[in-house]
């Protein structure tokens, strides 16, 4: 099955300084790969996803690149605020495969 | 537009009950995935449902664990005998389309059982 390693488990970043989180996947038939986000005391949120025709993609601050040469995908967060404080999960999907999870990343944005 | 519901938010229960938890899932959406959180860890997928069918059950321990998706109501997911081990966070999702379309998954806020 797929294996999904996340990286770093913590991150702490000053405000308005960028941050990246990184994340590698064994299964090459993975295609689909999002992005959650999960506040304290609430289920993750969707906040961005790329499927394996594209190589980056952006929502404002938010940005996601893939490679798949190298089987790994990254979140990039720019202008960082203290409302981005929270666990980012990374996930890979493929064909007919269910979701798998990394392990999470502890953003903390300090004002 | 409401999204995922999960019910209780919070659940305690005393070992050897049993704990039910609900999930409606989004308007229009049929499928439904349970998946399980540990403190610090990532997200453990469950069982996959779609209404009235049990589609994938791989991650469901296979004594004490249940689930069902009827034609009418929410998800049930049913853990008989509970045991301290199972005290975590358990979140539900659904999506509007079948898993193998790889459609975004939409979360609930989850329900904290907790073992006593």
């Known amino acids: 099955g797929e294996n999904v390693e996340q990286h770093p488990s913590t991150l702490s970043v000053q405000e308005g300084d960028s941050a990246v989180i990184k994340c590698t996947y064994s299964?090459?038939?993975?295609?689909?790969f999002p992005w959650y986000k999960q506040e304290l005391g609430k289920g993750p949120q969707l906040i961005i996803d790329?499927?394996?025709?594209?190589g980056e993609k952006k929502d404002q601050r938010i940005a996601v690149t893939l490679n798949k040469t190298a089987k790994h995908f990254s979140l990039h967060i720019t202008e960082t605020q203290p409302e981005d404080s929270a666990v980012y999960f990374c996930?890979?999907?493929?064909?007919?495969?269910?979701?798998?999870f990394g392990t999470g990343t502890s953003l903390t944005v300090i004002p | 537009n409401a999204g995922v519901m999960q019910n209780p938010r919070h659940l305690v229960r005393r070992r050897g009950q049993e704990a039910r938890l609900r999930c409606s899932p989004m308007k229009g959406h049929s499928h439904v995935y349970w998946y399980r959180q540990l403190p610090e860890e990532g997200l453990k997928f469950m069982v996959y449902?779609?209404?009235?069918?049990?589609?994938?059950e791989s991650g469901m321990p296979k004594e004490r664990f249940s689930a069902e998706f009827p034609k009418e109501g929410p998800s049930i997911l049913r853990i008989q005998q509970v045991v301290r081990g199972d005290s975590a966070a358990y979140f539900c999702?659904?999506?509007?389309?079948?898993?193998?379309?790889?459609?975004?998954?939409?979360f609930g806020n989850g329900t904290r059982l907790t073992v006593t």
């Open positions: 999702a659904s999506s509007p389309w079948a898993r193998q379309f790889n459609s975004p998954l939409h």
């Open positions: 299964d090459s038939a993975s295609n689909y």
């Open positions: 996930a890979a999907s493929g064909a007919g495969n269910q979701f798998y």
């Open positions: 449902l779609q209404k009235e069918n049990i589609i994938d």
């Open positions: 790329i499927r394996s025709n594209v």
